[in-house]
């Protein structure tokens, strides 16, 4: 008997899965179409064992079941450049599934200050309601095309993947805000978290320095937003290089972490 990582009770606690098992099982057979040696990305399916049965089971399937269904309508794409998309979704049940994918992933492998900053929305990954302190925003990214040898080949760079991981965000209010990136394949979301409860101009001045800091801020999904339509003007596109670049930052942001805190498997390769 242990406490349980949501509703906090000495309980037996169970395997949760960091991403919903279903969207595994449905991006890993979309992952055998592509050519793996140009998305270097290996997925491991990582569990952590700090949630009750009835929190896994009763309570956080339920998100498990609407994130699979939002994959299968609009989730699944990996655009190219020149596509436009929209995203139709229950803005709450995405927010809750979101939080509960980055939480799950802190527990595993972040620093103890973003996994504290996660704690207090336990309650509203359960059961939704009042949540304060964290912003949703999209960024819809489309492939790129590749240059090999020199030549601008007529081949797809794939926006193919499922990410979590901490952005090294360290601009205005860094000690203070921390983003976090759930990427699933062209639909960046991001996840702006006060680590505790800041006063409107702080957000502001923060989300000033965020918009101009070194990633493309997307666009925010507040409370109210059901439906976005991405024009082609509106999508991003990302070179090959760019990506990596981005996803170097990120990996000696989690080394640096890992090194700092508990470690204990990662979320991506
Ligand atoms: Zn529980």
Redesign the pocket.
């Known amino acids: 008997m242990k406490q349980?990582?949501?509703?906090?009770?000495d309980?037996k606690l169970t395997k949760e899965h960091i991403w919903p098992s279903s969207i595994i099982k449905k991006y890993e057979s979309k992952l055998a179409s592509y050519n793996k040696k140009l998305d270097s990305f290996v997925y491991s399916d990582p569990v952590i064992k700090d949630?009750?049965e009835?929190?896994?089971n009763v309570l956080l399937s339920p998100l498990d079941a609407y994130l699979s269904s939002l994959y299968d309508e609009h989730l699944h794409q990996s655009l190219n450049p020149g596509d436009s998309t929209e995203l139709s979704f229950d803005r709450e049940m995405l927010l809750r599934a979101l939080l509960k994918i980055s939480f799950n992933s802190a527990r595993a492998s972040a620093a103890e200050d973003i996994m504290a900053a996660h704690r207090r929305f336990a309650p509203y990954i359960l059961r939704g309601g009042y949540s304060f302190g964290v912003q949703l925003r999209l960024l819809v990214v489309t492939s790129s095309k590749i240059i090999a040898d020199g030549e601008l080949q007529e081949k797809h760079f794939p926006v193919s993947q499922l990410r979590c991981a901490d952005i090294p965000y360290d601009g205005p209010l860094s000690h203070r805000f921390i983003v976090r990136l759930i990427a699933i394949n062209s639909f960046w979301f991001y996840l702006l978290i006060s680590k505790k409860r800041e006063p409107e101009d702080k957000w502001r001045k923060f989300l000033t320095g965020f918009k101009t800091w070194k990633i493309q801020p997307g666009i925010p999904l507040g409370p109210g937003v059901n439906k976005v339509e991405i024009p082609v003007n509106q999508t991003t596109y990302m070179t090959p290089q760019l990506m990596e670049t981005m996803w170097e930052a990120i990996r000696r942001a989690q080394q640096v972490a890992q090194a700092d805190g508990p470690a204990s498997g990662g979320t991506a390769a």
């Not at 349980?4 to 009770?9: L, M, P, R, V, W």
């Open positions: 349980c990582a949501y509703c906090s009770e309980r949630v009750c009835e929190c896994n």
